[in-house]
């Protein structure tokens, strides 16, 4: 598995992020059992958000509860938290960051966090009042680095002008079969061609150039909406055989080999899973551990629908 240097003094961070999006229903035995599996298997990086779960900071309270990290244990891992959606409506003012972050800790019972994302772009953001918020946060010591989420170069740009931290990731939707960030570039310049409409203002080449780790989430979900890719055989037929063919010569799980397709890829990517079954991270970490050869990178994508020029 990759790792990262991501983090203001932290430790490395995995490839693989194990999201707990999920946890809320679980019992505290199989939280535990989902992280500890996570961290047998190398996983370094755990991503929540004050949305998650049937109330704000439900799921967060929930790992809290649940997981315990010894001091050692706790500078070995990377946990991350996001803000700013709120009930119909975002918000990046510095009020509403710094109270977030206070009841993000108090809800995983840590007194940081390794990472801050900026969840959704806001558009009435001052990016000199989200300085003050990380500035404040920072200096306490409560957040150590900053990042964002489902942001483009320009808006990241924005926030740049007045935030002094470093922006270290940008979360964005990324699955072989949803990967306008890739696609674009590859079919650049062809008039009627849907795959040559650029969706993300070149984000995969800013990030690249800044050093920005893109993490990928719903990495096995077809489109913005749609079910998962690996088993549907109605809907993906030629790429769930060559997801099979390739995860039998590598001895690993179809759900690996997508998940060596987004690893693969030079930039610092990540893949944020969403399950709450432990043998599917097993799988995913499996899946990082393979370096696919350039032609069976480009023969997934082809089979995937996407035009090679």
């Known amino acids: ?30 939280i535990a059992q989902l992280v500890g599996t996570a961290r047998d298997a190398g996983v370094s990086v755990f991503d929540h958000a004050d949305i998650y779960g049937s109330s704000r900071h439900a799921c967060e309270r ?40 206070e009841e993000s800790l108090s809800s995983l019972r840590v007194d940081y966090l390794d990472v801050l994302l900026l969840h959704r772009p806001d558009s009435l953001v001052e990016p ?33 002008t007045e ?35 650029d969706r993300s203002n070149g984000l995969l080449e800013y990030s690249r150039i800044h050093g920005m780790a893109l993490q990928a989430w719903s990495p096995f979900q077809s489109g913005y909406t749609g079910g998962v890719f690996i088993g549907d055989r109605e809907n993906n037929p030629e790429l769930n ?13 179809p759900t690996g080999i997508a998940t060596a397709w987004i690893t693969r890829h030079p930039a610092k990517m990540q893949v944020v899973l969403g ?24 023969r997934i994508f082809r089979a995937a629908g996407y035009t090679l020029p």
């Open 1 to 30: 598995m990759k790792f990262y240097d991501l983090t203001e003094a932290g430790p490395p961070a995995s490839s693989i992020v194990l999201g707990l999006m999920r946890i809320e229903t679980l019992d505290d035995a199989s």
């Open 62 to 101: 929930r790992f809290g509860e649940s997981v315990s990290f010894t001091p050692s244990e706790r500078e070995q891992v990377v946990i991350q938290s996001k803000v700013g959606i709120r009930d119909g409506f975002y918000d990046f003012s510095k009020n509403h960051i710094v109270a977030t972050v």
């Open 128 to 160: 000199a009042e989200v300085a003050e918020a990380f500035d404040e946060l920072h200096t306490a010591g409560k957040v150590r680095s900053f990042g964002v989420s489902n942001h483009t170069p320009g808006q990241i740009a924005l926030l740049a």
């Open 163 to 197: 935030v002094r931290q470093p922006l270290v990731v940008n979360q964005v939707q990324l699955s072989v079969t949803h990967a306008p960030l890739i696609a674009a570039g590859v079919a650049a310049n062809i008039g009627g061609l849907d795959q040559s409409i």
């Open 241 to 253: 055989d060559v997801l099979d063919e390739l995860a039998r010569d590598y001895g690993v799980t």
């Open 275 to 298: 399950t709450t079954t432990p043998s599917r991270v097993s799988e995913a970490v499996a899946g990082s551990e393979v370096n696919l050869s350039r032609e069976q990178w480009y």
